[in-house]
């Protein structure tokens, strides 16, 4: 607890640079098409990549005839299982070693859903690469496919894993990928209560829909090694994984993050070792680009699940019992499969206060569909969606304001949850207790934008066809993986008093280059401008985790401030010397050394002094850091729709998003981040699906077929930063990046409810299935 | 993309160029549905010849009896133009829905007719404007009611290379409504839409044109609900007489976009909102 004012409520009004929206530093350069992303750059003979992906969805590999595709003129490489080192691994770009079950192989013998590798090729020119992967000719020996992770976990189902290399998957001959169940048991089950409610929620197949694609060019420096420019949130997990899976040193492989086009979680995957594979074989650079349709089907998915709920409550609004049991496919590959399941459960149940009995069941199971992976809210999402409508119809049973009902039975300042400990990401978590909230300035908040109570009453009287209604929803998530995640930053200092900030954090789009900027900035008296951000290169940065599990803030953030005040104690020597004073009655200000009595130096005297004139030296630290804990940001959501009870069509009137991120370090990139994360979720909630036929393909891989809401049909969204002071945070923050996407499922489920009296348990809340739950519901 | 594009600068030297060309050729307006078919995979034509600009096919014309939509008149034009907003109402009512602000600048009437897609909102209304469509081939010229020119999903009656030159309205004073129920504001395909067209004599409705789009093989002219509104008084029963007659005509099916029921039903709610729009 190093920061200024430690406690909860502090406004960080002393702040001069962090908690202010300076502009964000890569702004200027994308908003005028700098090349900066990873295809802007151009590589002399670069070849071309394209894969050959599985029209099966299950199926072995009997022969596979690559002569003709050797002979496309043009081509250099074609690659199939028998070219790459068979290794078992993830493409989970996790901590090491990864949670997540090694059951992938760069190339196999064996294809596992349609879209899944077969073969891949590189040649002098797009067109060759993509004749030659036409005359690959392939002899399949299809097998009985499963798509529902209902019937794979059945006895008899087929075994999408039946190789005895893998490891890691618990019950590989049911299909589990993954499981765990926990308990907290202080009775007997549900005897207490007074109702008990139970229900499933599902949500389907859902896709990133970053702007950019899955992009990579691996190419060779100087001394042979390969480099890697990737689109990715995870450059050092890039460099093991790939060194893993092709058999490398580390040391031979460079990893170069540039600008990103956004990732929410599909690029935390690692899918770069293909293109490195073939950049090896070829010795030439190679780049592969994915098309949109590859991105939809062969990057990776959100996990869809099935979420079943039973609790119980008493009249007074005590909750008795909770029992969560969700079921998640994870596809083909068990990419995230324990931590995302984990995470539906670790950062929902600690949120509210259960009296008695808690159990949670979860299971990942694999099917032959496209694999799920990371996505923004991280299992959060799908488990919001339920504990939160379950909330609503709790509070309607008992004849309690829904409102009322939440603000009783949430985790309060000071308080923790067993489940803490009980469940981390893949292993034991760590204790906790909440260090800052603002989750109830922010349900007061929202309730008085949306004019709740105004509403909740105008709305109980309406008639005709088209009704209004409005529903809440609040949720937390975490600020990183506690004693997982980790993250370093190094300051060197330039000559004329600015700073180089060095740091493996990965901004996709973020902002989080900015932030970082800033913190640093704060410690050392100068404005953003003065600190030159580079990130990231596994050559030049330190080690950083990687952009996911909203850590960057918080963690990377951490190292940056503390990187900072260590170049801060190592300026303030100089400055005393120059001085004349001791360094304790010296501070960093407006880019000077500033004593009590008013005498000052520019930092670039310092600068100077360093390295040219006395004591030389590089005034430069390293600095790491990770969180014993991860505090949760919360977040209070208030939605207003207008449902059509002839049609089933609903519109999204008024979003209030009302989120504490601790001290928002720029403010304006804080909205932004939560305003996106919002309307991300409000596409979940009426919108997207993937869809697929009977034998697996996908039906609608396209931006033409999968309906994302376009600025049109974005309502009105307004984000209110609720401030509040996270003592373990840099500057009293927390994370904001993830959070936004799990409010607009529940919070418009309920608003429907209010409005109509038919509740949606399935997503997305299209016409068809509003109008078929009204319908239901006999309310027409 | 083709290797060859034709542009011929007249329909005379169109009609003289065309035995030159290759056989397997397309013509193109505003390339909204040929381009992205073509980015998709699903146009081979060694040729497309380029009608856009042809003058025979630009503009609004006014004569006595009927308002004349020239083919390659560009479907944003539609809002501007005095004529359509005198006299065609229910296609000035479908404009707005009409894909996006920026595909509404590319597109043709013309091109949503000829690829005669059921969905199509332009023909949708068009055909509830009782319009004509107005074909030449050489020398040669005909003339149809547009509800005539589909024989099925993307198919015409169109000859081999067969020009649609554009459409006439009749010019009699109606009112109407278009109506459409699609995934999202813009860029959505809709599920079911209703086109309609009426004379109205206080509330009694002299004429009645209903057309239906994404409901049936092709955009719909429903005959018997037509029919039958002709003479009735604008009322809730006259409204919900006439959905459960249209929900009778339509042949909806199941695909990516809805389900058969759903549009089936929604054909009755939007026809009786239309109707109801009209008493308002």
């Known amino acids: 607890m190093t920061d200024l004012k430690p406690g909860n409520g502090m406004n960080a009004e002393e702040l001069k640079v962090v908690n202010k929206p300076v502009r964000k530093q890569d702004a200027l350069g994308l908003a005028c098409g700098e090349p900066v992303f990873a295809d802007d750059q151009e590589f002399k003979g670069l070849l071309h990549a394209r894969l050959l992906w599985s029209p099966h969805a299950h199926a072995r590999i009997k022969k596979i005839d690559v002569s003709a595709a050797l002979k496309v003129p043009g081509v250099k490489a074609v690659l199939t299982y028998k070219d790459v080192p068979r290794v078992p691994h993830t493409t989970a770009g996790q901590g090491y070693p990864e949670p997540s079950p090694y059951d992938t192989y760069t190339l196999d013998n064996k294809v596992r859903y349609v879209g899944d590798r077969v073969a891949a090729v590189a040649a002098e020119t797009l067109e060759a690469a993509q004749e030659a992967v036409s005359r690959i000719k392939v002899d399949y020996e299809v097998l009985p496919a499963v798509l529902d992770p209902f019937e794979a976990m059945k006895d008899g189902a087929p075994v999408i894993h039946d190789e005895p290399d893998s490891r890691n998957i618990p019950d590989a001959k049911r299909n589990i990928a993954a499981k765990f169940d926990f308990e907290v048991k202080n009775g007997e089950w549900f005897k207490e209560a007074d109702h008990v409610l139970e229900h499933s929620w599902s949500i389907p197949y859902l896709q990133h829909c970053a702007l950019e694609p899955h992009t990579s060019i691996a190419y060779f420096d100087n001394f042979g090694r390969v480099v890697l420019r990737t689109s990715t949130q995870v450059p050092f997990h890039v460099r093991r994984i790939v060194a893993q899976a092709l058999k490398l040193p580390v040391k031979k492989i460079r990893v170069i993050k540039p600008r990103i086009g956004g990732g929410f979680g599909s690029k935390q995957e690692v899918l770069e070792d293909i293109v490195a594979a073939l950049a090896l074989k070829t010795r030439r650079p190679v780049k592969l680009e994915y098309t949109r349709k590859e991105t939809f089907v062969s990057s990776r998915t959100r996990h869809p699940a099935v979420c079943r709920m039973k609790a119980g409550v008493k009249s007074d609004g005590t909750i008795t019992d909770a029992e969560m049991e969700i079921t998640l496919n994870t596809g083909a590959y068990g990419s995230h499969a324990l931590t995302v399941m984990m995470c539906s459960g670790s950062h929902t149940i600690p949120m509210y206060k259960v009296k008695n009995n808690i159990r949670f069941v979860g299971r990942s199971v694999y099917t032959n569909l496209p694999v799920a992976g990371a996505y923004r809210g991280y299992g959060a999402t799908q488990g919001f969606f339920a504990w939160e409508c379950m909330m609503d119809m709790l509070a309607e049973r008992i004849g309690m304001d829904p409102v009322e009902f939440r603000r009783k039975n949430y985790i309060r300042l000071g308080e923790g949850s067993p489940v803490f400990k009980a469940m981390g990401e893949g292993r034991e978590g760590v204790e906790q207790v909440i260090t800052s909230t603002g989750l109830f300035e922010a349900i007061q908040k929202g309730a008085d934008e949306i004019k709740w109570a105004e509403k909740r009453a105008k709305y109980a009287k309406q008639s005709g066809p088209v009704r209004r209604g409005v529903g809440a929803a609040c949720m937390m998530q975490g600020s990183g993986i506690p004693e997982v995640d980790m993250a370093s930053a190094t300051i060197k200092m330039n000559e004329d008093g600015s700073f180089n900030l060095l740091v493996g954090a990965a901004d996709l789009g973020t902002g989080s280059d900015t932030i970082l900027a800033q913190i640093a900035a704060e410690v050392l008296g100068v404005k953003t401008e003065d600190i030159v951000v580079t990130s990231s290169d596994t050559d030049v940065t330190p080690f950083d985790v990687g952009a996911y599990a909203s850590s960057t803030t918080f963690i990377s953030g951490g190292a940056a401030k503390k990187a900072a005040e260590k170049v801060r104690d190592m300026v303030l020597a100089v400055g005393a010397k120059i001085l004349d004073k001791k360094p304790e009655e010296l501070r960093l200000e407006g880019g000077r050394v500033v004593a009590a009595d008013g005498a000052s130096c520019a930092l670039s005297e310092v600068a100077n002094t360093s390295l040219y004139y006395y004591d030389q030296h590089q005034i430069c630290a390293t600095a790491s850091h990770y969180g014993h804990t991860s505090p949760p940001p919360f977040q209070a959501n208030f939605a207003e729709v207008e449902v059509d009870t002839e049609t089933g069509k609903v519109r999204v009137l008024d979003y209030v998003s009302c989120v504490d991120c601790g001290t928002a370090i720029n403010p304006q990139l804080a909205e932004g981040q939560n305003d996106g994360a919002v309307v991300n979720g409000i596409s979940h909630t009426l919108s997207e699906e993937m869809e697929f036929s009977s034998n697996g393909t996908p039906l609608n891989a396209s931006f033409r077929r999968y309906k994302i809401l376009s600025a049109a049909d974005t309502p009105p969204v307004r984000t209110f930063i609720i401030p509040t002071w996270e003592p373990n945070g840099p500057f009293g923050a927390k994370s904001v990046s993830e959070i936004g996407i799990n409010g607009p499922l529940p919070a418009i489920a309920n608003a429907i409810y209010a409005a109509c009296g038919a509740r949606l348990f399935d997503a997305p809340f299209t016409p068809d299935r509003v109008l078929a739950a009204i319908k239901k519901a006999g309310k027409r | ?280």
């Open chain 2, 1 to 280: 993309m083709p290797e060859f594009i034709a542009k011929p600068a007249s329909l005379k030297e169109l009609w003289k160029q065309l035995p030159s060309l290759p056989a397997s050729r397309r013509y193109l307006a505003g390339g909204t549905d040929l381009v992205t078919a073509d980015n998709a995979g699903a146009e081979t034509s060694e040729c497309w010849v380029d009608i856009g600009d042809l003058p025979e096919l630009n503009g609004v014309r006014e004569t006595s009896s009927a308002v004349f939509i020239g083919s390659a008149v560009k479907v944003s034009e539609l809002e501007r133009s005095a004529p359509v907003r005198k006299w065609c109402p229910v296609l000035l009512a479908a404009v707005p829905h009409f894909a996006s602000p920026s595909l509404r600048n590319m597109a043709t009437l013309g091109g949503n007719a000829a690829n005669a897609s059921p969905c199509a909102d332009g023909v949708c209304a068009l055909v509830a404007e009782d319009a004509c469509v107005s074909l030449a081939l050489g020398g040669k010229r005909r003339r149809l009611p547009l509800k005539d020119l589909f024989s099925g999903p993307k198919r015409t009656a169109l000859k081999k290379d067969e020009l649609i030159l554009g459409f006439e309205v009749p010019k009699r004073p109606h009112t109407g409504a278009y109506l459409k129920l699609g995934p999202r504001a813009r860029f959505g395909i809709s599920k079911a839409a209703v086109a309609l067209a009426a004379e109205l004599s206080g509330r009694r409705l002299t004429r009645a044109a209903v057309a239906l789009g994404s409901v049936a093989p092709v955009p719909l002219y429903a005959a018997r609900t037509s029919e039958w509104l002709a003479g009735r008084t604008l009322s809730a029963e006259t409204a919900a007489a006439a959905a459960s007659l249209v929900m009778s005509e339509v042949s909806p099916i199941t695909d990516a976009r809805s389900e058969a029921a759903y549009r089936r039903e929604m054909c009755g709610v939007l026809l009786s909102r239309a109707l109801e729009s009209l008493a308002a």
